[in-house]
């Protein structure tokens, strides 16, 4: 199995900046992307970010330009750096990974518990 574990979230005023951190852990033979997605309140999980292994990136617009999304190979780890922050950033921000596990043939897609990140306007 693989765990996300994430760290991170707080209440901010708009205008500010939080990094979101998520390592991976388990008996992992590669892994093929980390990503970032968001929850608001009543809508749907969307992709924020994601950075493949091999380092390209994909962002949301609403979020191009000011948030990054950056990666550390060798420690598992990926990082979100969340500038000018706007009230309608407020969510549930879960990490997500594709990645093949020791004796795994193909990558399957795992998921964090969740930080949340609440933008107070």
């Known amino acids: 199995q693989l765990q996300l574990v994430e760290s991170g979230g707080a209440l901010v005023q708009s205008g500010g900046f939080l990094m979101l951190s998520c390592t991976a852990f388990?008996?992992?033979?590669?892994?093929?992307?980390l990503g970032w997605y968001r929850q608001g309140p009543g809508k749907q999980r969307e992709l924020v970010a994601v950075?493949?292994?091999?380092?390209?990136?994909t962002y949301a617009d609403s979020v191009k330009g000011r948030f990054t999304i950056s990666g550390d190979n060798a420690k598992n780890t990926v990082y979100l750096q969340m500038n000018r922050l706007k009230a309608e950033d407020t969510a549930v921000y879960y990490c997500?990974?594709?990645?093949?596990?020791?004796?795994?043939?193909?990558?399957?897609?795992?998921w964090g518990q969740g930080t949340q990140v609440t933008v107070s306007s």
């Open positions: 950075i493949s292994r091999g380092g390209g990136t």
């Open positions: 388990g008996s992992i033979a590669s892994i093929n992307s």
């Open positions: 997500n990974s594709m990645a093949i596990l020791n004796g795994s043939s193909r990558p399957y897609s795992y």
